[in-house]
């Protein structure tokens, strides 16, 4: 169930942004009265097509569709969409209009400035949605986060290696202040920092980041867990521990004589001793108290923790709107540190690019509206980013052949371009590739 919840997600996010990103084109075509011959969510491969409005089943319901000047409808390969537009070589690869005389409403024939907000539409109405999801999500819930301020981490076997101990606090990568705590990889990651500053107890310690490890953070989830210590809130009702005279506030601080300074310190002391009886040093006030508890058969002392402090900003409908632009703009900044990552080898981020597997795997396992929005923003600004690249076949290389033009006066050759659209396509099959064998990898990890 969880499989199909996550799949539907993905399948309705990919569809979204792909409906937005081709109305962009579609608009801006038909404001410059270009032909548009097509407008498919997915591709239909083949010619083989699940909905088309001048065939099948919709044209015997709906006869006057196939009298509009553009077919619309749903093609089987879900690994896209398209917009088919007159007298432009694109990834449908169709050069029949060569061998016919340029038309006053064909792409072709358009002077530059318009051809490129045609190229540029998809790109501006993706990052036009993000800014609206962005509002929406701030008008809404706000903005929750755990603040880095006041907190500690707890590291994974990377992290220790790395120079970082359980209960240092992160005051910054190199000029970098994090203020989110969630975000302490990511930043590490993307600052390619090359000192971290921490508190460790009284002392300001330095550690020196080895650039040449920035794979294996990008590539190793949880590397600064949050430090938690084990303070009850809660005792749960029907736990082995009802009579044990918890309060809230009651902080344990031992097992059996091992400390545990924070609760990933007793996850392993209780699992020992499941089923039995400890002897746990608990600080309540002033005073540190011996008391003997049950531990269950699951290794868990059936009570509940003071939950981490959560900062929430709330925002109004109208300061929204900057916070919104804001938030876009800093997404944008950090998905191109991202990507600048990626193209650099010796960082192995390649490792860490997904397809749709990794896509789902984000999703959450039920329905959430403030994650679906959150994250179908995000792939937005990923989708126009990842189209602003300069390779053939997609927007940024269109863009960059049309600024070309513009610049020299000089348009190249319909010829150039379809031997270019050949090379842009093997390079995002390419791409692809190794996404899939990422995922693929990882599945098998």
Not at 39 to 55: H, V
Not at 217 to 240: K, T, W, Y
Request: charged share 20%.
């Amino acid at each position: 169930m969880i499989a199909i919840i996550k799949t539907l997600q993905v399948i309705l996010a990919l569809s979204v942004l792909i409906l937005v990103h081709e109305l962009g084109h579609f608009l801006f075509a038909k404001l410059f009265g270009i032909r548009v011959d097509k407008f498919f969510l997915f591709f239909d491969a083949g010619e083989k097509k699940l909905l088309s409005t001048k065939e099948g089943w919709f044209s015997r319901l709906y006869p006057k569709g196939k009298d509009w000047e553009t077919e619309y409808g749903i093609g089987w390969l879900p690994l896209g969409g398209y917009c088919k537009i007159a007298g432009m070589v694109d990834e449908s690869m169709d050069t029949e209009y060569l061998k016919n005389e340029p038309q006053p409403w064909e792409f072709r024939t358009k002077p530059a400035w318009q051809r490129l907000l045609v190229m540029a539409g998809g790109v501006l109405f993706n990052f036009i949605f993000a800014i609206i999801m962005y509002i929406t999500l701030l008008a809404g819930w706000g903005e929750s986060y755990i603040s880095n301020e006041g907190n500690c981490i707890y590291v994974n076997e990377l992290a220790y290696d790395m120079g970082f101990r359980n209960g240092d606090h992160i005051i910054s990568f190199d000029d970098h202040q994090p203020e989110n705590f969630m975000m302490l990889q990511v930043d590490l990651a993307r600052e390619e920092a090359q000192k971290a500053v921490v508190l460790r107890g009284t002392d300001t310690v330095s550690i020196y980041i080895d650039h040449a490890r920035i794979g294996e953070v990008l590539n190793s989830p949880g590397m600064f867990d949050l430090a938690r210590p084990f303070v009850i809130h809660s005792v749960a009702e029907g736990s082995v521990n009802s009579g044990s005279g918890f309060a809230t506030g009651d902080r344990i601080i031992s097992i059996d004589g091992r400390s545990v300074p924070f609760v990933q310190d007793a996850w392993p002391v209780l699992e020992d001793h499941a089923g039995s009886q400890v002897t746990a040093g608990v600080v309540r006030g002033n005073d540190t108290l011996s008391m003997d508890l049950q531990v269950d058969t699951t290794g868990r002392l059936g009570v509940y923790l003071e939950a981490p402090e959560i900062q929430t900003r709330k925002y109004s409908l109208i300061s929204a709107v900057p916070a919104g632009f804001r938030k876009t703009f800093s997404s944008i900044g950090g998905y191109l540190k991202d990507l600048k990552l990626v193209f650099t080898p010796s960082t192995e981020a390649y490792k860490s690019v997904g397809s749709f597997i990794a896509i789902g795997q984000v999703f959450p396992e039920a329905w959430d509206w403030y994650s679906f929005i959150s994250i179908i923003a995000m792939l937005s600004i990923m989708l126009a980013v990842m189209n602003l690249l300069p390779i053939p076949a997609l927007d940024g290389g269109h863009i960059v052949f049309t600024l070309y033009e513009m610049i020299t006066g000089r348009k190249p050759s319909d010829n150039f371009l379809y031997v270019t659209q050949i090379i842009g396509m093997l390079l995002i099959f390419g791409l692809m590739f190794l996404a899939f064998g990422n995922d693929i990898v990882r599945l098998i990890k």
